[in-house]
């Protein structure tokens, strides 16, 4: 069966401090991966695909990373605007999400 | 902002109302969806529709009925619900289902509240 588990469940940040989010995936037949961004009381918002290992997006201060085995989601020199709960979701034979991490970034 | 939207935004009802959720995608897509948030949870999958035909059903209580009348609008009716089916409720589109380069936009959920 298709699992997702995303590391750390919170993370608290000082302002500039850079620091790395986990994915890791067992998957039948890896399609995509994606990232979203959860802010409260909103539904999540798109921030990458990636489609095979090896394979890196950026987009500001984010940088997203594929392996075989996981993916990694490194935010570089955070701003308290950066405070948002992450989710990853797989698509195999249907899409999966984690459970998130929840991402705290402090002035 | 994205281009699916959601109403009413929060829900408040007793286990013996009924109510509806309502949800519009303005991006031209194909694919619908509806998914259940709780706290700490992942989201979970509960309908899916392609081309206005229900083509999943992940073992959802009957209390829960979707419709998809067209490709743009999507709706879950609601009744009798337990205080445990409080949760945000999601909806999301894409533009076909199943292909790998598909991705899922989704609404800003109805905070659904049961007493």
Redesign the interface.
Known sequence: EDQ?TQSP?ALRLQEGESSSLNCSYTVSGL??L?W?RQDP??????LF?L?SAGEEKEKERLKATLTKKESFLHITAPKPEDSATY?C?V?GG???????TQVVVTP | ETGVTQTPRHLVMGMTNKKSLKCEQHLGHNAMYWYKQSAKKPLELMFVYSLEERVENNSVPSRFSPECPNSSHLFLHLHTLQPEDSALYLCASSQDLGSTTDTQYFGPGTRLTVL
């Not at chain 1, 249907?94 to 998130?100: S, Y």
């Open positions: 997702v469940e399609r995509g994606f979203y009381g909103k539904g999540p918002e798109f695909t489609y989710l979701a698509l249907k899409l999966q999400f984690g459970a998130g």
